[in-house]
């Protein structure tokens, strides 16, 4: 019985480390302004070609209302045999995360279905798209860049 006593204490004191790991390990709440942010993502990278879109293009292409975010900035490039875009949000509430990831994860499969069968490489770099969405950040990016873009993203944090 001792012993059962000191095993139950073992797991209970693993099942708390485990539990304390989860809690500090997750991605944590940046205080970095959304200009700067931005600003860094785009920082030495010659992404010209991609256009600043409106609150109407948010909603008609990403399915998103710009009004429920602290803030979004969507830059689409202006040919439609292109997928180049990304977007950059700051959510007002963690709890839009899951909405976000989904609106993103849609428009992506939108996207490969669009491209599927006569744009071979804009497939190829939808299936490259990054989406990193941290505490109350995301970012997503169909772009020959967009592994560099989400270092800076995520070092700008």
Do not use: H
């Not at 292409?61 to 803030?71: I, K, Q, S, T």
């Not at 007002?92 to 490969?112: G, P, V």
């Amino acid at each position: 019985m001792k012993y059962g006593l000191w095993a139950a204490k073992g797991v209970v004191f693993l099942l708390l480390i485990l539990l304390m790991f989860n809690v500090f390990s997750g991605p944590k709440m940046s205080k970095e302004d959304f200009g700067v942010v931005l600003s860094k993502v785009q920082e030495n990278l010659d992404l010209s070609a991609l256009l600043q879109q409106d609150n109407q293009a948010i909603r008609k292409n990403l399915g998103l209302d710009p009004e429920a975010y602290e803030r979004i900035a969507y830059f689409k490039i202006d040919d439609v045999m292109q997928a180049n875009e990304y977007v950059l949000v700051q959510f007002k509430d963690t709890d839009q995360k899951n909405a976000f990831q989904q609106a993103i994860e849609s428009r992506i499969a939108e996207q490969t279905n669009l491209y599927d069968g006569y744009a071979p490489d804009q497939v190829q770099l939808l299936k490259q798209a990054v989406v990193d969405i941290q505490a109350n950040y995301a970012l997503y990016v169909v772009d020959t860049n967009a592994k560099t873009m989400d270092e800076k993203f995520l070092e700008s944090l």
